[in-house]
């Protein structure tokens, strides 16, 4: 038997008049969600996932939702996956004088094409973090183990064992862009994404010397920009991946990106339909 397609059913915006009892009413009422847990969703920052549903069941929860004036809707995790895949970019240069502002984008392997800064219909802006842990001991003393009780060699290697930690923050920047081909979405990742004119080969970078948000309100004034990722709480489906993954199960990963990034894309798309 095919198992269920998922749904992440997202509150956009809750009516003005709505309190935590209000929204938890909402919730147990229209998805058959436990109390105890609605109460824990109705207090995300929004956009907010409130609960992965069965996809089988979304026209219908949505109907409640949207009869309580809950601004809503649910993608399905095949939706979200059928999202353009990113474009990883090398370098985005502007053309001098161009107007409209106009871009070319050099991807990594090499192609380019160009857009206009109009055809920029959201930027996502935000950092993920990794953090490395290294352990290292004193071989000097592991000649000595021999002579100490068990418990003494224990203290003994606890005293010489270092643990350093390092945590390493990524900037990143989504562009959805409208092109006459099609959505296309540009991903630009730390130091390994440059931007400049074109025809200037000393282009600094894009994500290390500049807060990428206030770049692209420059650059692209009319761009929608999000970048409320840092607040993002991923549903529990993609804690999972990071997890095994190797990673940590919290919110500022690659994994969570790569839902929210399209996630997000898909919340704009039905408020203003591009």
């Known amino acids: 038997m095919q198992k269920p397609e ?4 997202t509150v ?3 009516p003005g008049n709505f309190d935590e ?3 938890v009413e909402a919730l147990v009422g229209s998805a058959a969600m436990d ?6 969703a109705s207090r995300r920052n929004l956009p907010g996932v409130m609960t992965p549903i069965d996809a089988l069941l979304r026209d219908n929860i949505l109907e409640a939702m949207h009869a309580r004036g809950v601004l809503s809707i649910a993608p399905t995790h095949s939706e979200i996956l059928a999202y353009p895949q990113p474009e990883m970019a090398l370098g985005v240069d502007q053309f001098p004088d161009a107007d409209p502002p106009s871009f070319v984008v050099e991807t990594n392997d090499g192609n380019h094409w160009t857009f206009r800064s109009d055809q920029v219909r959201l930027a996502v802006a935000g950092h993920i973090k990794a953090t490395t842990t290294q352990i290292k001991s004193n071989p000097s003393s592991s000649s000595e183990f021999n002579a100490y009780s068990s ?7 606890q005293t010489d064992a270092h643990v350093s930690r390092n945590t390493k923050v990524t900037n990143l920047l989504d562009l959805h862009i409208q092109t006459d081909a099609g959505l296309k979405l540009v991903r630009l990742v ?3 994404t440059r931007i400049g004119i ?3 080969n000393d282009r600094p970078s894009l994500l290390d010397n500049s807060r990428p948000a206030e770049m692209i309100q420059i650059l692209m004034p009319d761009t929608d920009i999000d970048t409320e990722f840092h607040d993002f709480d991923p549903p529990s489906i993609v804690r999972r991946q990071s997890h095994k993954a190797g990673g940590r199960s919290g919110s500022l990963t690659m994994e969570s990106w ?3 990034s399209p996630w997000i894309g898909l919340i704009k798309q039905s408020i203003y339909g591009w």
Not at 6 to 9: D, M, P, V
Not at 151 to 157: E, F
């Open 12 to 14: 956009i915006r809750w």
């Open 151 to 157: 418990a003494a060699g224990n203290a003994m290697r």
């Open 21 to 23: 009892d209000a929204k």
């Open 258 to 260: 790569a839902f929210y």
């Open 6 to 9: 998922t749904a992440y059913l």
């Open 190 to 192: 730390g130091p390994r």
């Open 198 to 200: 074109v025809g200037d």
């Open 35 to 40: 109390p105890y847990q609605a109460r824990l």
